[in-house]
């Protein structure tokens, strides 16, 4: 069985390949040649390949030594960065930001959230959509560094999540035109006007149902749907009403192609940052729950 590589051999032949010259390697590590040459043909048996051969008085890399080199750069790179985060103070490079997202939560949203970083050179944003019992796993291995969710995550004393509430937005009921600008009357015209609902998972569904009981209302509902980009879909292609944040049809409420009927009275919608508690940070996510409170707020409660 292979042993473990050695990072310091790694280290002595990743100096030699950059510097290109046995002798200005050893002097800069304050090495001699031999003992240098000793550490890198160490290196070559552990890994079973040469790295190195002569072209006169010059080394050249090896197929297998390109391959190591570039696997070098990548290790030490990461330690360098590693050691910089540990001390507060991170080098310039790539960062990455992953984001889990609720299936459930606007798309306008997001993009709203996530705009500071979106089109940035020295940032990879990588956003993962899902349940929020998947979500919290992937936070909780470390494999997230934040949920955005229209719900709060449940948690206790002993928890390690926290829960920034970002913003609330109303709730409406939008559509197409009605004949004759006729207006619409909540909630009696729900008696016969079919209706297009997010999913019983929805806290904006629950809510909408309890107004309906109080009411004596039982609606005609055309349809259940728990991702609000087909919610979307839904509200533009058929004649019905449909229950949603107007984030959510921002762009066809501005277009004229829905408009909206009604703020349902008492239901509005949340948004939260769900994070866990780390020694370590992303500080880009730090960025955008400083910086986006009001832009994010502003923009969601904009009326087309």
């Known amino acids: 069985m292979m042993r473990d590589l050695n990072y310091n051999h790694l280290r002595y032949f990743w100096a030699v390949a950059h510097e290109g010259s046995l002798t200005r390697a050893a002097a800069q590590m304050h090495l001699s040649q031999s003992a240098l040459s000793v550490q890198i043909q160490k290196l070559e048996h552990q890994i079973g390949h ?6 006169g008085k ?17 290790v030490f790179k990461a330690g360098d960065e590693l050691m910089s985060t540990l001390r507060g103070q991170p080098i310039a490079s790539r960062q990455v930001l992953r984001v889990g997202a609720l299936t459930t939560l606007s798309r306008n949203f997001q993009i709203e959230f996530l705009r500071p970083l979106v ?17 919290l796993t992937q936070l909780e291995a470390h494999a997230l560094d934040v949920i955005l969710a229209n719900s709060a995550a449940p ?16 709730v409406s009921l939008v559509g197409h035109p009605r004949p004759g600008g006729r207006k619409f009357r909540f909630p009696d015209d729900l008696h016969t006007e079919p209706v297009l609902l997010p999913s019983l998972d929805s806290e904006i569904r629950v809510s909408f149902d309890r107004l309906l009981d109080l009411a004596g209302i039982r609606p005609v509902i055309l349809a259940e749907v728990d991702d609000m980009a087909m919610l979307r879909l839904l509200a533009r292609e058929r004649d019905a009403l449909t229950l949603v944040p107007p984030i959510v049809v921002r762009d066809e409420l501005a277009a004229g192609v829905l408009v909206e009927h009604c703020r349902v009275p ?7 940052a769900i994070v866990q508690k780390r020694r370590f940070p992303n500080p880009l996510l730090g960025q955008l729950l400083l910086e986006q409170p009001n832009a994010v707020g502003s923009a969601l409660m904009r009326r087309p």
């Open 50 to 55: 040469k790295l190195f051969e002569r072209l």
């Open 58 to 74: 010059k080394l050249v890399l090896t197929e297998a030594g390109q391959i190591a080199l570039d696997y070098a750069d990548t």
């Open 119 to 135: 089109g940035r050179a020295d940032v990879d944003l990588i956003v993962r959509s899902g349940n929020m019992r998947d979500l």
């Open 155 to 170: 948690r206790d004393a002993h928890s390690p999540l926290r829960n920034h509430l970002l913003n609330e937005q109303p």
């Open 266 to 272: 008492d239901l509005t919608e949340t948004f939260y």
